[in-house]
């Protein structure tokens, strides 16, 4: 087994470019407190016009988010990015994987721009190229590999998409698991395996409640383990190889606050997203990605009571869109996501004040043999029939 070591750089120092962690924030930040900062954005924007288009995460900071020219969940920031060809600068809000997505779909003329490069994702960082490596060859020496599709989702880094383009595999989001995975399924008869990447509780919900699995279907490979900490037999038998990874936000809801906030709010209806963990969706009555829980919350009546459990910038925003719905947090102790957050008012001015001045900062840029193995990938679930039947 190879060893990687993870020691987590403190945010905004130090370098790491194999990984999602962050790196140095070079130049002068406008200050936090510089009253101009709205005016200061407004008037880079303008100056940059078409040039420049600003893609913004649902969980952006409100303060970033009035910027975007788009907003989306990654599946959509993805579709949108690729519909662009015309901008110089794609300047993306949200965190290092999506721009590396962006990247990848934008054109070679095209530079695209990650405001902060501490913003990356602690679950990307769950999948490194050599430990996926490492498992791809337990599963030879298991002698099914011929029969595992790797698939893995959006939150993953480029050379992990690269890696499941490289062998016959897909991308997916949270907004078309279950479509990715039919597809998987097909790919390789009756005995067909997916390598699951590298969300194991969006893996582990997709396939028992959207395919009809069972929990005895999927096993969880640990990266830190020998073996995964899996036998041959267990590998052998096993319909999903979950890797064991989680979002540390949604990871943090736990099925206790479901039945509390029952409790607390009469009525209520808990929507939740499938990053949570197997217990909380199967205690909540909806479950679906970001874009998902969006139009559910605008499509529902007013008066009606909901517990939303997902990042806490787009919550509060449902809740200030919807002031004739009652719209709650499904749990207080959980925090917003620190990364998505690195991206603050100050580096948007700094990055886009820089484009006005010719100079492009904290440009992502994936090599050309991942770029065109990760576009397969990508492709291969662009290319996916709809998208799942909830949305
Ligand atoms: P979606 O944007 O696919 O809903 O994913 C949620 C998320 O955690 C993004 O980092
Ligand atoms: Fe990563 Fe979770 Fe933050 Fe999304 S919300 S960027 S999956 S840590």
Redesign the pocket.
Known sequence: MTTVDLPLLPLGRGSDRLS?RGVECPGDLPAVSDPDLVARARAAKAALGDRVFVLG?H?QRDEVIQFADVTGD?FKLARDAAARPDAEYVVFC??H??AESADILTGPQQQVVLPDLA??????DMARLAQVEDAWDALVDAGVAEQVVPVT?M?SSADIKAFCGRNGGAVCTSSNADVALEWAFEQRGPGTKVLFLP?QHLGRNTAVLKMGMSLDDCVVWNPHLPGGGLTVEQLRDARMVLWKGH?????RFTADVVDRVREEVPGVTVLVHP?CTHDVVTRADLVGSTEFIIKTVEAAEPGTAWAIG??LNLVKRLAAAHPDKRVVFLDKTVCY????NRIDLPHLVWALESLVAGTVVNRIQVDADTEHWAKVALQRMLDLPGRSHRD
């Open positions: 999602e995460h969980y990654s949200g965190v994987f999506m913003a990356g994702c602690s679950m990307a989702y939150n969300d979002c540390s936000v949604h990871g990053e997902t990042e996501c620190s990364t998505m």
